[in-house]
């Protein structure tokens, strides 16, 4: 039944006096409405940010969540020009932590011979194992099933509804619980057939073998979890730290700036044990004793705390007595909590059981309970009030409520009984795959270096996909979004092309085009606005696209002059200066003087060579074009000598090589009539062969001009791929026709066959003077109607034979 909780009124933070700020407005969680933003010191804008939980590498959700929360962070530093300080915890100790220390150390130990007959028995252990899973996740299979009849469809068939999408209960919609039990069946799967492949004695590989420890880990676990000294530490942070280091290089590779400071839970020991004391001190908090030691565990009292006129569960009310999520965020390792006042009540500080990592405390041997590391850690860095508070949305509840209402009963006093912890909390959309959110529950992730070792994924495709989808909303990973997310990268990747070409020195006093003017200061205009408008990315993005449309059809334009020089390079710089602001160009700031971004320019150890031959290119073209060109036009192209280190030297070589051969070439060539000919084949090779493997083209103009010298982009590669389709497909078309010819010349000639005779088969037994059939081959009289038919044919050969007597004539 749900509860009715007195909401308290959010206090909108008092607006810097004599400071100018802009008009930003931010979807608050605390009010989920938009809000004024006006930090608490207008100096300097305070965060506070739900950091990782590191226990395995960091998937694509985690990139959702990391990446629009860095996008936001840049905005406010690099738009608005707000000096932030971002705190970001990292989480490296709580339940799902401990028991994948745990599982690792024992499937080690396993693995090493170090768990008696356990290790001896490798078949048993596994059988085991294996149906220990099954009871637990998968009941609809007996669990003395073996893996033989398990691979031979008896998981398909018993789940086989889930499997097709549906939900496992009538009228709802499949989503999280059916994802779990996908991956139960993946898991029990693989593990199936390296046990069968092991009896009929098939070597297993060394990834087979993994595929089977996520049965064995929870059944060696189960059974060995109260055998471990958990006062060895290691054991859990050789994990911890492993991973933390491998999130840094991942968000790193994603062009996430690091945080300011970085707080951990087994730093703040201390500081947790006196935030818990205080809470208790405040009347908020009591103790359970641990029924199998004297050790106790500190839970939070929500009805004490409304009793004092404060309020539970702000963010999401409606989920406050969501029995499942309230289990989730108490942990899978303290579900036999008992001596509760109440079941939502939660644990501040947990009496450590076996196999579990322990710090001393007032209350015995324990450790911090999953949402007060953030409040004491937040707390401690930021004081008692600060800015924004960030997470994914799934964070909501009960993390998220329950960190505000402990640090509320932290900071409450006589005077302050609902004390304002957070003034702006901002949640972050899932990002999902066929309706489920990704996670690492689930094992429904691509991990980031998955992503980006394959190329599925760039750095700069990724948060191109966030920003055009916003920070809130939730994002479904469908080829539509990675098509649109690719055009326009590609559309502005093109202008910037484009715009580094031009010169200011080419305005020849030209005016701008006022149309295209006024489509550049509604761009800025409009972009501002989106902004100010909880930083409306979406909107923003469509804005820069409109603009560089706008220029390509003024740029375009047969019917007035291009955009000028002036006016092209204003728009690139302020376009360069939003995609800076994104995150988009790596390192580079919105004030950075280089227009665009990165991949649109030919490496620079190269550059000496290649505009050596491309201007040597340029003027034998010219001049084979014209039928001017003569042998001693064919000069061979001079190695632009300069000094340079080993490392220019090994990024010019592909490039000195091409100059090589392309001198080579010209000097093979003969003085002939065909030399004009046999140029242009040369240079057309130089462009279409030699450079393009080498990711260079040379962009032929007809005014004159240079060539441009450009990368080869996603687009040029895929207008070359259609164009070669569209020559394949008129060769194929052309080598039909041609082969339809042949066979029709060589068939007989139609008219060739005698009318008169053309009906003397075994199919009739007798026919009139002209040769038609009057009786079929049983000597019956042919119908009326059959007989007309043979008529009309006979008539029509008739007509054919005497054609093809006459043009034998």
Partial sequence: MATTTRQPKWQQPDKPADHSLPPIKIFNSLTRTKTSFYPINPEQVTWYACGPTVYDDAHLGHARNYVSTDIIRRILRDYFKFKVRYVQNVTDVDDKIILRGRQKYL??????????????????????????????????????????????????????????????????????????????????????RVMHDIEVKVEPSLEDLVSLEDVLMPFLDEKLKNTIDASDHSIFTRLTVEYEKRYTEDMRALNVLDPDEITRVTEYGPQIVEFVEKIEQNKFAYTIRDKNSSNQSVYF?????????????????????????????????????????????????????????????????????????????????????????????????????????????????EHDHQHQWVNYFLHMGHLSIAGSKMSKSLKNFTTIREALDRGTWTPRGLRIVFLLGGWREGIEITDAMVKEGSAWEDRVNNFFIKAKDVSEENQKGRKDDQDLLSSFDKAKSDTFAA?????????????????????????????????????????????????????????????????????????????????SLSRKRDSLRRKARSKEIAKED?????????????????????????????????????????????????????????????????????????????????????????????????????????????????????????????????????WDADGIPTKDKDGEELTKSRRKKLVKDWERQKKAHEAFLAKGK
């Fill in 301 to 413: 009292d929500i009805k004490a705390f409304e009793a004092a006129n404060n309020s539970y569960a702000r963010l999401e009310p409606w989920n406050r007595n969501d029995a499942e999520l309230l289990a989730e965020g108490e942990g899978a390792l303290s579900k036999d909590a008992t001596g509760k006042r109440s079941a939502a009540d939660f644990a501040l500080w947990k009496a450590s059981k076996a196999g579990e990592p322990s710090w001393t405390s007032p209350w015995g041997d324990g450790r911090p309970g999953w949402h007060i590391e953030c409040s004491a850690m937040a707390s401690k860095k930021l004081g008692k009030q600060f800015d924004i508070h960030s997470g994914g949305i799934d964070l909501a509840f009960p993390h998220h409520d329950n960190e505000l209402a402990q640090s509320e009963a932290y900071w409450n006093n």
């Fill in 634 to 766: 064919l000069v061979p192209v001079a190695y632009p000598e300069r000094s340079m280190t080993e490392s220019q030297k090994t990024n010019e070589a592909p490039f000195k090589q091409v100059l090589e051969n392309f001198n080579h070439s010209l000097h093979s060539l003969e003085a002939s009539q065909a030399l004009a000919k046999d140029v242009l084949q040369l240079t057309d090779r130089l462009r279409d062969t030699d450079l393009w493997d080498k990711d260079v083209y040379l962009e032929d103009r007809d005014d004159g001009e240079p060539a441009l010298i450009r990368p080869v982009t996603k687009e040029l590669r895929a207008a070359r791929q259609e164009k070669e389709k569209r020559a394949h497909e008129k060769e194929r078309a052309k080598q039909k026709k041609e082969q339809a010819k042949k066979e029709e010349a060589a068939k007989p000639d139609k008219g060739e066959q005698n009318h008169m005779t053309m009906f003397q088969t075994e199919e009739y037994s007798a």
């Fill in 107 to 192: 499937i080690d130990e396993f693995n090493h011979g170090k768990l008696g007959e356990l290790s001896q028995d490798l078949t048993g252990t596994r059988t085991l194992a294996l149906r220990a899973y099954l009871r637990k996740n998968l009941p609809k299979i007996p669990e003395d099933t073996t893996p033989s009849a398990i691979i031979d469809g008896l998981l398909a068939k018993e789940y086989e509804a889930v499997l097709k999408g549906q939900p496992l209960v009538n009228g709802t919609v499949a989503g999280d619980k059916e994802a779990k039990i996908k991956m139960h069946i993946r898991t029990v799967l693989a593990a199936s």
């Fill in 531 to 611: 902004l100010c408008n909880s930083f409306d990315t979406p909107t923003a993005m469509k804005r820069i696209s409109e603009l560089i449309s706008d220029f390509n059809i003024a740029y375009n334009s047969t019917e007035k002059p291009p955009p000028t020089p002036s006016m092209t390079l204003s728009i690139a710089r302020w376009a360069t200066s939003i995609v800076n602001t994104f995150g988009l160009n790596g390192t580079a700031t919105p004030d950075d003087p280089t227009i665009g971004w990165s991949g649109i320019d030919v490496p620079e150890d190269a550059k000496p060579i290649l505009t």
